[in-house]
C-alpha cells in the first residue's frame, strides 16, 4: 500500500491525450527538502569515493539529504550525470552508499528501472550448474529496458507547459490515454516548482508511448452541481464536486498503483525517513509500477516517483519472482509453475533472460523439447 | 434561426478581429493563430461580406483590418469598402501601411480600387519626404505599384539618388549627407540612424545617447529610459507596470498607481461613477502570462479593466482567482478555479459582474458554467454577468466562453471595455441578428 496520506487530488488538467492530477499536501514537510544546488545549476558532476567519476547529467537521480534541525542545508534530490543506458551493478549499487553524513543519492531513475529488478534478485545464491557464471557473479546485470523520455511521448511537452501549477502543489500523477503513466510526489511545493520543468525529461515506458500516440483527445471530468436552490446549497455543491474527485481519483483511476500489492525493501533509513524501493506483483493485465518512496515515521509518503511496466517486463519480473522464491532452482520452480525444467529455462529465454542460462545447458534443454514435440508438418 | 446562426458568426468573427494579431498566445503556435485566422476571414468575407467590411468602423486590431483590406483589394472591392479601406488606413501606423501595400505587391494586387488606395493614403501624408527616408524601399515600392509620380525632388531621391549633388529638403540631404558625414546621422530618425551608426562604427553607447531626441516613444520605452506614464493608455501602462521587479514595483507604487487611475479617469470620461454596483472577477492564474510573444497581455488586460472599473464604477469591488492585496503586485501564477471565484463574486449581489479571463476555467474544468446555470436558473434569474476574453483561441475560432448563456466578447485594449459590454448582449442570442446590422451600421456611419 501506498500511503497518500496528506495529499489531496485536485481536479485534472488535459491536453490531448494527457491528464495532469496535480497533488496538493495541506502542510508541506519542512524538514526534507531539495538541496540548495539544484535551484543554482543542473549539471554537475559527481565523483564516487574510489575516484569514480561519474560525470554528467542523470535525469532523475536524486540525491537526497536530511536534517533535523531545518537550518542547514536539506537536500532532496538533483539531476547529476549522463544518460548511460548501460550500467554496472556495482557502481549502482555505490551510487546509494552513503557519500558524506546525511545524505543518500538515489539511482537514476533509468537505471532503476533496469537495476530495480537486478537489485531485488541478486541473482543465484547457491550456484545451480545451469547458471552461466556471469549470472552468478554479477547478478542480473547487465540489462537494458526500453524507455522513452517524456519529449517523446507525444504531448506531454505541451501539456506539462500549460499546465497551471496549484497552490502548495506537491505531486502530479501523469495519464496517457488514461493509463497511469508515473506518480510524482514531493515534500514541499518550491520543490515541485523546481522540479516541474524536469518531468518533460522523465523516463516513461513503452506502454505510455503507445497510449499517448494511438489515444484520442481525453475528456474532461466537468462538474456537475444538481440545482440546489440556496447560496449555502451551491456552496456545499461546489465542495462536495471537489471530494467527490479526490475519492474518485484515489478510487478508481490510480487504484492500481495505490491499492495494488507491492514488495517494498527498505534501502536506507535517515532520522525518520526512509527510503525504500517497491516492486508490483506481476500479476499480467493489471497495472504494475516500479518506484522509490520515501515515507516518514508514520508511513506517509514525503517522496514518491514509480515508473510503469510494460507487459513484456511484468512477464520477466514474473519469473524472476518465482525463480527467486525457489533459491533460483529450476526445477522446483518448474513443478510449482507447472511445467518441467526445460520449459521454464525455454520460458526464461523467449523473455530475453537466456543469458542467465549455461549455453550448453540451454541447448540441451532445446534439444530436449524439440525431441519432446509432436512433429509438425 | 439562421439569424442565431448568422449572429454567432459574426460576432466570433468580432471577437477573433479584436483579440488575435497572429502571435503566440498561451496555448496556441503562431502558425496555429494565422491558420485559424485566415479560415476565419475567408469564411466571413464569403458569407457576411458586408460585415466583414463594416469590421473596419470597429475597434478590432491592426493585423485584422490590414488582413480585411488586403482581402477585400484582392476581391474587387466596391467604392463603400475602399471608402471604409482608406477610413481604417488613416487611424493605423504607417509601418502596418507600408507592410500592408507590400503585401498587396507581393501578392500582384493592382486594381484600380488598390492604387486609388494606395495614392489617396499617400496624399494625405503629412510628410512625404519624411516617409521617403524611413520607409524609403516600401514607399518606393507603393510608388511603383500605384503608377504614381512624386512631386519635385522625392522621385529622384527614391529611384536616382545620385542625380542630383544636393537635396533642397533637410531630412532627404541628411539622408545623403549620412553615408560619409557621422554628425549627419543623427539628424535621421532612430531606425534609420542606426544603420549608419553600424556603417561609420559608432559605439553604441554614444549612438544611443546622441539619437535620444529622435526616438519615437515605443522607441524610447524599448530603449529603456523612463517613458512619459502620463500619456500612454491603460493597457500598455499595465503591462509596463507588470514587468517591472517586484521590489521597483513596491517603491514606485504611488506614481503607477496614480498614473493608472489618471488613464483610467481619462478612459471613463462622462461616464464615470454611472454604472452601479459592479464586481469583477480578474484572471491572474499562469495562463495570464501570454506568451514570448504577448508578455503578460491577458494581466495587463485584466489589470488595465480592474482600474477602468473602478472609474466606472458606482461601488467596486475585484476579486483576483489567487492573488490577495494590491492589485499592482499581481502576477501570473496558479490555476483557474474561476467557479469558485465567480461564487464568491455573485454572492455580492452586484448589478453587473464582469468577469476578466481566457476562459480556460480548470479547477474543477466547467464549474463556472454550473455555478452560473444554477444561479441564472434557481437563484437570481437578473443577475448581469459578462465575460471579457483577451485570448483567441485558434481551434474553437473564438474567444472561449464560459457557458452558453453568458455574454462573452473580445477584448483588446481596456478603453474599449464600454462598448464591449454593450456589444456582449448579442452573444447570447437574444438580440437579433437585425439590430446587430443595425449596431453596426451606426459604428459605420458615425466619426
Redesign the interface.
Known sequence: MIDLTGLRARPAQCWGAIRLVPLVRSEPITDLRLHPHVYDREITAVALPDKTVYTSYIPHAMVASWTDDGTAAAAYGTQLGELIDRMDLHLTRRMVRRAEPGRVRFLPLHLAMEGFLALHFGGPPIAWREWSRQAVRDGLSPREEAAYSGAEVRGLDDALRVFEIHEGQCGLVVYAGDVLAGATVVPHPDDYRALHPSLVRDMYGELIYHSAMHSYPVPDFTARLGSPSTVAGLRAAVARAHTEWDGFHASVMAAGLLEGAHAFRRVRRLGRFTLSRFLPSFERRRDNHIGEVVTDHRGAVAYLKTFRLSEAQTRRGHLLTRLEAHDWHLETAAREMDTDAAGLALRIERAGLGHLLRQDVLDGYRKAKAGQAPSRG | MNDVIACEDVLLFVNAAITSTGQRE??STAGEQRLSLDFLHRYIMGNYREVYSAALALEINDHNAALIARNLLADGATEREGRLIARRLRTMAPQRVYALFTELRRAGVNNRRTRAVIGEWLGERPDLAFDAVKYRRALKEAVRHAHLRLPGELGDFLFAPRRRARLDAPLLDAWRRAHHETRAVYELPYTVAEGFAARHRIPRERFLAAIAPRMTRLERLRSGSAPDLAAMPLVRLASYALALPHEERVSRRAELHAALRASAVRAAGGRAGSWGRVTAVLDD???SYGSGHKRRRPLAVALGCHYLLRELAGQYRAMWL?HRGDPLLVRP????PL??RL?DAL?TRPDLLVVVSDGWD??????A???L???R???DPSAGVVHLNPVYDAGGFDVRRLSPETPTAGIRDAESLPALVELARFATGRAGYASLLGYLGERTAER
Open positions: 498561451f496555448r492564474s499562469f495562463s489567487s501564477a496558479g490555476a483557474t467557479g469558485e461564487l454572492e480548470n479547477a474543477p474544468p466547467g464549474l458554467a454550473e455555478v446555470r444554477v444561479w436558473e434557481r437563484i
